[in-house]
């Protein structure tokens, strides 16, 4: 029997749209998905999802193994989190040790994790929706560097020091970044450049 190819691909999620293809439920008809971005191969799944909310790099691959390793936790995953409030050296420091949080209604002690203030503004294209800007209280850019991936984790955790997130991009998965990708870009890839 003739082993499949397996296709891979990396993509600049909008904000507003859902790490899925397609849906089945009538009630979503008004949600955003992948597939209107790209006519992409059968099998495709996201790997390690961002929310509706979040935007930049996500990984696409018709590989499930592949996926799973991706998504262990020896593969860094980072953040650019623009944060409410110009966020305290004790909140980052929380924040890096690890913070209860909620995940499937019980709570959850987050695993030590790498964080660090942004100096300079990153230069990410502008969000299709606006972010509020100074004028209406002080921002914070942070970079969260993860080896899990819970649901909505980094918005937890900046939520439970105090520091809500504004804004969230991924920009890295292991050693791939979102580089100049502008916003929908869709590239393909090979499959040693997922697991170097």
């Known amino acids: ?26 009630k979503s008809h008004k949600k955003r998905y992948l597939g209107e971005l790209h006519d992409f191969p059968k099998g495709l799944m996201a790997v390690g999802r961002l929310d509706e909310k979040s935007e930049g790099l996500l990984v696409l691959t018709t590989n499930g193994k592949l996926s799973n390793t991706v998504n262990s936790a020896k593969f860094e995953k ?7 409030g110009h966020i305290t050296q004790e909140a980052l420091n929380k924040i890096e040790t690890g913070v209860e949080i909620g995940f499937e209604g019980k709570k959850y002690q987050t695993k030590p ?8 503004t990153p230069q990410l294209p502008i969000r299709s929706k606006k972010v509020r800007d100074n004028r209406h209280g002080p921002t914070t850019w942070i970079s969260v560097i993860l080896t899990e991936g819970k649901f909505r984790q980094v918005r937890k955790m900046t939520a439970a ?9 991924r920009v890295r998965v292991n050693t791939i970044t979102l580089e100049t990708m502008k916003v929908g870009e869709i590239q393909k890839i090979d499959e040693s450049k997922l697991l170097f």
């Open 1 to 26: 029997m003739k082993e499949t190819k397996h296709q891979h691909f990396i993509i600049y999620k909008p904000y507003g749209y859902l790490s899925q293809f397609i849906s089945n439920d009538v």
């Open 78 to 84: 980072e953040y650019y989190a623009l944060v409410d």
């Open 113 to 120: 994790c790498k964080v660090k203030k942004i100096e300079t």
């Open 161 to 169: 020091v105090g520091f809500p997130t504004l804004r969230l991009v």
